[in-house]
């Protein structure tokens, strides 16, 4: 005769290493993984992280360094154009709107209002609000 204790062992060890089969074990998979995405979720807000894994401190700092940036850059290309030709404010002044109008525009991209090309970011087509034909032709009729 045989050991209880090893028919036992035999006979659970294939039921525990054999994955399981049909719609139960789909279901147990799904849940563990809302589970997991669930987790991961809560620990990215509750860091105060955004998507991209910045603090908004860090983000601001940088947005606002690009557009300070920017505007001296344009003020230095300006004041270098009056300097060489003698058109004294008015290159500065031109130049130095460049540079505020480029500084936005970095901002607008670095946040994803406007893509790379001066397209909309993807998904937010313009809307137009203007339709062919008007109301005052279903009115008279």
Do not use: C
Not at 31 to 37: G, H, Q, S
Not at 92 to 109: D, K, T, V
């Amino acid at each position: 005769m045989s050991d209880p204790q090893e028919t036992a062992g035999k006979a659970a060890s294939p039921d525990r290493h054999r994955p399981k089969t049909g719609e139960g074990a789909l279901d147990d998979r799904l849940a563990r993984l809302n589970e997991k995405l669930d987790a991961k979720t809560v620990h990215g807000t509750v860091d105060g992280d955004n998507i991209r894994g910045k603090s908004g401190m860090g983000e601001a700092l940088r947005l606002s360094s690009e557009f300070v940036a920017a505007i001296l850059v344009g003020a230095g290309l300006g004041w270098a154009l009056d300097y060489a030709f003698g058109t004294s404010p008015f290159g500065m002044i031109g130049f130095l709107m460049l540079g505020f109008a480029a500084g936005i525009l970095n901002i607008m991209r670095a946040t994803g209002r406007v893509s790379d090309f001066g397209e909309p970011v993807q998904g937010e087509h313009l809307k137009s609000d203007f339709t062919i034909g008007s109301d005052d032709e279903d009115k008279s009729a």
